[in-house]
C-alpha cells in the first residue's frame, strides 16, 4: 500500500499531472509488485519562490 | 510532542477544519497520554487534480 | 481519503499505536464525516536526538 | 527538479528498491519531461504496527 | 544532499522566503560540512486555519 | 511556529546533529524573525539505499 508523494514546480496542466499519476502509479505496480488500488499518488506544486537550490530560489535563479 | 500531518481533499469550511483540529488533537491526546499544548497539526488540501487513487485522479474519477 | 502522518517521540509498545491509530482514524471519520476504510494513518518514530524543540534537541533536554 | 517521497511497508531487499528508485525516476521525467538528474527519490519504509488502514495496524490485520 | 522542508505560516513576502532560503542552506552547510549545490528547500506555506496549536487553530487563536 | 524536516544521508553523530539542530533554528530565527521556542526541527535520516539521485541509489552510486 505505497504513498507517494511528489514535490514538482508549478505549472503543468491537468493533463500532464493525470499522466503523471498514471506512469508513477505503473511504476510503482510493476517494481514492487503491488496492485494499482492499493496506490495512493499527492502531487504537491510549488512556487517558483519556495523551492531553494545551493541557496537561491527557483524564482531568482530563472528556472 | 506530537506533530500530525493530514492530507485531505480541498472543499471543507474553516468549521469543519476546526472541528478536525479539536477532534484529532483530543485523540492524540487520549491514546499517547500528552497534553495538547505539546501537540501541532498541520492541515494540507489537495486539489482533485491532485491525488491519484489507483492511477487515476480523484478529478477524474469524479470524487 | 484523509492520510495522516505523525511523528512522535519513540519508545511507546505497540498496543498504545494500535490505540493511537484507531482514535486518531475515529476522530477523522467524526470530523469529516467520511468512511474509516477511506483513512490511512502513517506513524514515524524520532529518536530522541532527532527532535530539536528552541534549537535543541530532545535528548539534550532530557525529555 | 521533482523530489519524490516513497512510503511502503517494510521488507523489500536492496535490488527491489533499486529497481523502485530506477522505475519511478524514468515515469517521473517521461511524464513531466525533465532530465534524470534533477529527479530525488526518498523511500520510507514503515513497520507493520506503523501503518493503519480503517483505523488497524497493517500488523493486526496480518498484511 | 539534505533536502529541507519547511512549513511556515502564510504571509511573508519573497524577500524573506530568499533570506530563509539562503540562510537556512548555509546552517546546513555549516553544520553537516555539505557543499550548498547539494541542498534543497522546500517552503510550504500554512493558512492560519489550517495550523493547529494545542488543538485551536492560529486563526482562532488570532495568531 | 516554523516545522522543519530535514532528510538527511545517516551517519552523522550525535554532536554533529545537535549542529544541525541549533544553526537550523538560529538561520530559521534570524530569517523569519521568530523565536527559538517556536520552532521545531525533525531529522530523517535515509540509509544510502534509500536515496536516489538521478534514477540510481546513493548506495549504487558510491556516495
Do not use: N, W, Y
Not at 505505497?2 to 499519476?21: F, N, S, T, Y
Not at 505503473?26 to 495512493?40: F, G, M, N, Q, Y
Not at 502531487?43 to 541557496?55: N, T
Amino acid at each position: 500500500m505505497p504513498i507517494v508523494q511528489i514535490h514538482l514546480m508549478e505549472g503543468r496542466d491537468d493533463a500532464k499531472k493525470e499522466r503523471l499519476i498514471a506512469e508513477v502509479t505503473d511504476a510503482i505496480c510493476h517494481s514492487l509488485e503491488v496492485k494499482p488500488e492499493t496506490v495512493r499518488v499527492i502531487i504537491q506544486e510549488m512556487p517558483k519562490a519556495h523551492f531553494g537550490i545551493g541557496g537561491v530560489s527557483a524564482k531568482k535563479l530563472g528556472r
